[in-house]
């Protein structure tokens, strides 16, 4: 079947590691995004690529990093500089820009 | 500046009832128009959307949204509601140029009861 497939579900770190969330897609699409949401405040842009080796920040970068090394990969790291990271992230990925996106089932962050 | 705006945070409906979550937008360029729906602990889902053509769009659950350009506006609304119509509603604008991407209300929580 094909799909945006995030990695791990739930995980948990201690303050002040960084951690790596892995996003994976099989839909051959060029874009692709990293969005926090928290309660009340709906999807905000952490990161996109829209080609292969390029991204770009979008508005909530500080304390994140991402690498799109591959067309089907766009892992993202919290770092120990992200001030609040507990939260929920959700991968997606469109065919191009201008089409909807298609999301991922989510990772739930929770940092102790 | 580009913007989107959910105003009802919550939409408490009882079920059969007809349903209305408003979504408007502030923008200076053309503007693609989605609304996603989102159950607990899940990803987001496509409802559906608004690229061009028929104003009026409809989803194969019986939603649907009517692009108003005017009143720069993108409500979703449902003649009658189920019990499993209850979700986390997002709109979400694509405001075209050079760095097109989706940008999300803060969405609205449908609660249906009987």
């Known amino acids: 079947d094909g799909g945006i497939t995030q990695s791990p579900k739930y995980l948990f770190r201690k303050e002040g590691q960084n951690v790596t969330l892995s996003c994976e897609q099989n839909?051959?699409?060029?874009?692709m995004y990293w969005y926090r949401q928290d309660p009340g405040q709906g999807l905000r842009l952490i990161y996109y690529?829209?080609?292969?080796?390029?991204?770009q920040k979008g508005d909530i970068a500080e304390g994140y990093s991402v690498s799109r090394e591959k067309k089907e990969s766009f892992p993202l790291t919290v770092t120990s500089a992200q001030k609040n990271p507990t939260a929920f992230y959700l991968c997606?990925?469109?065919?191009?820009?201008?089409?909807?996106?298609?999301f991922g089932q989510g990772t739930r962050l929770t940092v102790v | 500046a580009q913007s989107v705006t959910q105003l009802d945070s919550q939409v408490p409906v009882f079920e059969e009832a007809p349903v209305e979550l408003r979504c408007n937008y502030s923008?200076?360029?053309?503007?693609?128009l989605f609304w996603y729906v989102q159950y607990p602990n899940q990803g987001l889902q496509l409802l559906l959307k608004?690229?061009?053509?028929?104003?009026l769009v409809e989803s194969i659950n019986g939603f649907e949204a009517e692009f108003n350009k005017s009143q720069t506006s993108f409500h979703l609304r449902k003649p009658s509601v189920h019990i499993s119509d209850t979700a986390e509603y997002f709109c979400?604008?694509?405001?075209?140029?050079?760095?097109?991407?989706?940008?999300f209300g803060t969405g609205t929580r449908l609660q249906v009861t009987l």
């Open positions: 997606a990925s469109s065919i191009s820009r201008n089409t909807e996106a298609f």
């Open positions: 839909l051959n699409h060029d874009a």
């Open positions: 690529s829209q080609i292969v080796n390029d991204f």
């Open positions: 923008s200076s360029v053309s503007v693609y």
């Open positions: 608004y690229l061009s053509g028929s104003t």
């Open positions: 979400a604008v694509i405001f075209t140029g050079t760095a097109s991407k989706l940008t």
